[in-house]
């Protein structure tokens, strides 16, 4: 297993506790040693026992360097180069490390989110540099769908697509996940397999453009939004998502890019979206801007506000990519001598940001902004004479 972050290091955990050896590849000695230890780097329920159970019965070790095996999985991050092209660099020196190791009839996989044709393009580096093996390896695609916060019980339940570059070897690869996975088993080809993963997460970012269009126009038109999403939804062939502050996270932010990137014509819909999406998050950070000099208009003094929420979407503490941490950053560039109580009740604390219990901060604040719809806030008695701008909900009606 090339990369042991937020996917590579479960998917170990899970394959390791059906008995199958799994050595782990890390560039980060840290993450390395941690595992060794049989202790975790990331913030995931549950996988902190698997990684411990796995690690304990000698099924999943792990290093720096890659080692001999029968299959090879590549689970490393596809970041961003410029401006919104995909950077397919680290999938390709992963690749390069384990291609001195590959022997006649190994499996060679990618999870990796990967611009279209990706694996086409690792399999042409493979064979150029090992010759010998042409047609002796089987290669393919499979992206994974777990959802952040619930991986260990997705990875298991989830179905796959998988995707060969050719028959032999999507049926190899699905023979391989049959052994640990129990959703169904999708066969097709390795780059309608890398589409389907780009597809399925532009689909929801496309959702959630819409529902975020309907609150800006609802905000001119004076209708609230979610009573109206409500009651459109109540058609038998409508569900429109929920608006937000914005889109973030690492997967649907990110991946309609890849497509974008690549066929820039074409994708109008999905580019469009993701315009949509970010301009919410500007929008919102406007809003705050506004409320207060109203307030400072009508009070004749300055604002206390509360800013609540952080991460980039409810009820977990990961704050990468987060449209609420864009904004709280946002207004607090804009701030102007008022006081700010900023809340992110699933963490304790901040290196940047000071922060402040949810109760005390909705108790001391004049202006209560709601942008992540994290389960207490819901249950909050809000004093009728506090202002509140609602982004994600929780006052609704
Ligand atoms: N959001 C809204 N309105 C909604 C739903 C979500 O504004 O109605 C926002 C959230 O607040 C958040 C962002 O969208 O900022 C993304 O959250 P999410 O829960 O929709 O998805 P992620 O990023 O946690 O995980 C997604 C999942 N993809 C889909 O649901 C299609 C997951 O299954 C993928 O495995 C994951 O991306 C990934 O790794 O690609």
């Known amino acids: 297993m090339v990369g042991l972050g937020y996917i590579g290091l479960p998917t170990s955990a899970l394959i390791a506790k059906n008995k199958i050896h799994v050595h782990g590849v890390d560039v980060n000695p840290k993450v390395v040693e941690t595992i ?77 989110t990967s611009p279209i044709g990706t694996t086409e393009k690792m399999m042409d580096l493979i064979y150029q540099e090992r010759p010998e093996l042409k047609g002796e390896l089987h290669i393919a695609y499979c992206p994974e769908r777990v959802l952040p916060g619930n991986v260990m019980h997705e990875l298991v339940y989830n179905d796959r697509v998988i995707g060969g570059v050719n028959d032999e070897s999507t049926n190899k690869a699905v023979n391989f996940y049959r052994q640990f996975i129990k959703g169904d088993l999708y066969k097709t080809n390795a780059r309608t397999a890398e589409m389907c993963k780009l597809v399925e997460n532009s689909s929801r970012d496309v959702q959630i453009a819409f529902a ?72 919102c950070a406007e809003k705050v801007k506004t409320i207060k000099l109203e307030f400072e ?42 006081e700010y109580y900023i809340v992110e009740p699933n963490i304790d604390s901040h290196t940047v940001f000071k922060l402040t219990n949810y109760k005390e901060a909705i108790d001391k604040a004049d202006i209560i902004v709601f942008l992540v719809a994290h389960k207490e806030f819901k249950e909050l008695e809000i004093p009728q004479e506090k202002e509140i701008l609602d982004f994600c909900g929780i006052i609704k009606k």
């Open 36 to 112: 060794n230890a049989g202790k975790i780097h990331i913030v995931e329920p549950e996988l902190d026992e698997a990684v411990d159970n796995a690690v304990k019965q000698g099924y999943l070790r792990a290093s720096i360097v890659p080692v001999e095996a029968d299959v090879y999985l590549i689970v490393v991050p596809t970041p961003f180069k410029g401006k919104n092209e995909p950077d397919i660099s680290f999938v390709q020196s992963a690749t390069k490390t384990i291609i001195p190791l590959l022997k006649k009839g190994d499996l060679y996989i990618i999870e990796s």
């Open 212 to 283: 975020n269009e309907l609150s800006l126009i609802c905000d001119k038109a004076g209708i609230n939004v979610w009573e109206l999403i409500e009651l459109a939804n109540k058609h038998p062939r409508v569900n429109i998502l929920q608006p937000g502050c914005g889109v973030g996270g690492h997967c649907i932010a990110v991946d309609p890019y890849f497509i974008v990137a690549d066929y820039p014509m074409e994708s109008q819909i999905i580019g469009k979206a993701r315009e949509i999406n970010n301009y919410k998050s500007f929008w």
């Open 297 to 338: 208009l009508k009070q004749g003094r300055k604002p206390s506000i509360a800013l609540m929420g952080l991460a980039f979407k409810p009820n977990i503490d990961d704050l990468r990519e987060s449209p609420a941490k864009y904004i709280v950053q946002k207004v607090l560039q804009n701030a102007n001598n008022e």
